[in-house]
């Protein structure tokens, strides 16, 4: 989620400026990257809290 984020800031958002359809496109898709990692990680650690602890 880190690396969608430096990639967001550092390679996407300078382009705005100069071509503001791909940098919308990008910042959605990457948005949608990292909601799906916060979901899989949310699942992840209920699912090891529902675990019986052995």
Same mark, same amino acid.
């Given at each position: +989620? #880190? *690396?969608? *984020?430096?990639?967001? =800031?550092?390679?996407i958002? %300078?382009r #705005?400026?100069?071509? %503001? =359809?791909f &940098? =919308? =496109?990008a910042? +959605?898709a990457g @948005? @949608?990257c990292?909601? *799906? /990692? !916060?979901?899989? *990680?949310? &699942? /992840?650690v &209920?699912?090891? !809290? /529902?675990?019986? %602890?052995?």
């Amino acid at each position: +989620m #880190c *690396a969608i *984020a430096v990639v967001d =800031r550092y390679v996407i958002v %300078p382009r #705005c400026p100069t071509d %503001p =359809r791909f &940098a =919308r =496109r990008a910042l +959605m898709a990457g @948005a @949608a990257c990292e909601i *799906a /990692l !916060g979901l899989f *990680a949310f &699942a /992840l650690v &209920a699912t090891f !809290g /529902l675990e019986d %602890p052995s």
